[in-house]
């Protein structure tokens, strides 16, 4: 490190000290406390505060909805850096590749801002570009942010969770971000999967003009999904539209597993009817086996089936250490006394997995990230809808979608397939149950059956069975030494002490000091 770089390290860390004293952080942080001090140290901070606010598998719920009031408009850069970051991208003069690029940006975050262009060619355009430096600047504040940690104190958001550990998730997400090819990436695949829904639409990439750091796509005009007064006044229903938004996000989540993770207003126009989607920077992926568990999820809180539900988070979780099955039980338990007999119609799915992901958090189970990703979207989905469509329920549409009766006909071979499968597989194990059965009572005749148990043992029993074990062990050592000193006293091996060979006299001390530890440790325990 240069003494350049060493120096202005110092002075930013000597900031974040000031920061975080000002606020009196070693009182404890406390949500609010936690958005002020991010606001104040800078947009690469709001950054990191807004992709924190999407991990609610390892930040408390409280901190979660904190940091998603993080305000996200920051000042631009000036044009000047723009025309930097465009000619070092293309090699050339900017004016190379456009007619035209206006110097005010439409918006402007913390890693970049979007400027309305025109390309040679003709078609209007939307520019991405990237703050100047900004992966440099973010890497360093992550590395202060690690040693700034140190200075928490023991009961403060450091006891509730490892911020080293959250540090490096979100620097992971940031990087992803900060490399335009792959969102890129994210809309080519997200216009594919979408390409037959008739009411949905993605910008149009120009790839040839995408690189690392600048985002060419087709400007899009049309109305904001939160501009209710001018959709009415251009004749759309505003309950047709929530519809079909919920229909195709459920669609998103369930049918592609690859879903916008964060489907603010800003990022949901209506044009010529219909939805289009922009900013594909956060997508959220999910497996087959994560489609399937959350379904079986939703129904065990529909069906209030406490083990099936923690047969889901059993199969879902990673653990951290080994889980307490009765109390995670228990946990679950208590959530569905929240629901009572709610009917399906009546859940707020987005309630459902954060309340599921509380249960999970406190027993140290994290969740796939893909899933704390559909927390987060399926909660900005539900303020959408309050504010567009308040009369429509979410999970009822979902239920519909699921079902096959909503715009789309459901794959009925693929669940023809997948029944037939699974049909298959349980009428051949129902064929083995006989002769398995047999099996079994021949090995019991025989005495060869043996039954394994997993026994959750507490900390008490721990220690008794592991000093039960070294007593055994003892027991078993001054036993050997007892007989292996008899053995060699039969001998002539020199030399003798009374008479007897000194190795056997010393063998048998020793197995008498260990006769006595065993017998004095046994009467101390009983006391």
Not at 83 to 105: H, I, K, N, R, S
Not at 126 to 149: P, T
Not at 421 to 429: A, G, M, P, Q
Request: glycine share 8%; with cysteine; proline share 4%.
């Amino acid at each position: 490190m240069s003494e350049q770089s060493s120096e202005k390290y110092g002075k930013r860390l000597k900031e974040i000290t000031s920061v975080l004293h000002k606020h009196a952080i070693s009182r404890g942080v406390t949500p609010e406390k936690l958005r002020l001090i991010l606001e104040e140290l800078g947009p690469t901070y709001i950054k990191l505060g807004q992709i924190a606010s999407m991990h609610s598998d390892i930040l408390p719920k409280k901190y979660c909805d904190e940091l998603m009031r993080l305000r996200s408009d920051v000042a631009p850069m000036p044009f000047e850096q723009v025309q930097e970051v465009l000619e070092e991208a293309y090699g050339c003069p900017y004016t190379e590749v456009f007619a035209e690029v206006d110097p005010v940006p439409l918006g402007s975050a913390s890693i970049a801002q979007v400027h309305k262009a025109v390309l040679k060619t003709g078609e209007k355009v939307v520019v991405k570009v990237q703050r100047k430096g900004i992966y440099d600047i973010m890497s360093r504040d992550i590395g202060l942010l690690h040693k700034a940690v140190r200075l928490l104190p023991p009961i403060s958001m450091k006891g509730l969770v490892d911020l080293d550990m959250v540090l490096d998730e979100l620097w992971a997400v940031t990087q992803e971000e900060m490399n335009f090819l792959i969102e890129a990436s994210n809309m080519e695949e997200f216009a594919k999967k979408n390409e037959d829904v008739a009411f949905v639409g993605t910008p149009a990439l120009f790839k040839e003009y995408t690189t690392t750091h600048v985002l060419v796509m087709e400007y899009i005009d049309g109305l904001g999904i939160d501009e209710k007064e001018k959709l009415l006044e251009n004749g759309y229903d505003l309950k047709e539209i929530g519809t079909k938004l919920v229909d195709n996000y459920i669609k998103q989540v369930m049918d592609d597993g690859f879903f916008h993770a964060d489907p603010h207003p800003g990022n949901v126009r209506i044009r010529d009817g219909k939805i289009i989607w922009i900013d594909m920077g956060m997508m959220g992926r999910l497996t087959e086996r994560d489609k399937d568990l959350i379904a079986e999820a939703v129904k065990g809180v529909a069906a209030n089936d406490v083990a099936l539900i923690l047969e889901v988070v059993m199969a879902l979780g990673e653990f951290q250490g080994h889980p307490d099955q009765s109390e995670l039980y228990r946990d679950i338990g208590d959530l569905l006394s929240k629901y009572g007999t709610v009917d399906m119609g009546d859940i707020d799915l987005a309630e459902v997995i954060q309340d599921l992901m509380e249960v999970m958090k406190k027993n140290k189970i994290r969740m796939p990230h893909g899933l704390t990703m559909l927390a987060r979207g399926l909660t900005h989905m539900e303020g959408v809808l309050a504010d567009l469509a308040p009369e429509i329920n979410m999970v009822g549409i979902a239920a519909a979608r699921m079902s096959g009766s909503i715009f789309l006909e459901k794959d009925w071979k693929n669940a023809l397939k997948h029944n037939a499968r699974s049909v298959y597989r349980s009428l051949h194990k129902a064929l083995d149950i006989p002769a398995l059965t047999a099996d079994i009572l021949h090995g019991f005749l025989k005495g060869q059956n043996r039954i394994n148990l997993d026994l959750h043992s507490t900390d008490d029993l721990n220690e008794m069975l592991t000093r039960l074990v070294k007593r055994i062990i003892m027991g078993f050592l001054a036993m050997a030494l007892l007989i292996s000193s008899s053995i060699i006293c039969t001998t002539d091996m020199k030399p003798k002490i009374w008479g007897i060979p000194a190795l056997g006299a010393i063998g048998y001390i020793l197995a008498l000091c260990m006769a006595l530890y065993i017998f004095l440790s046994h009467i101390h325990i009983r006391k």
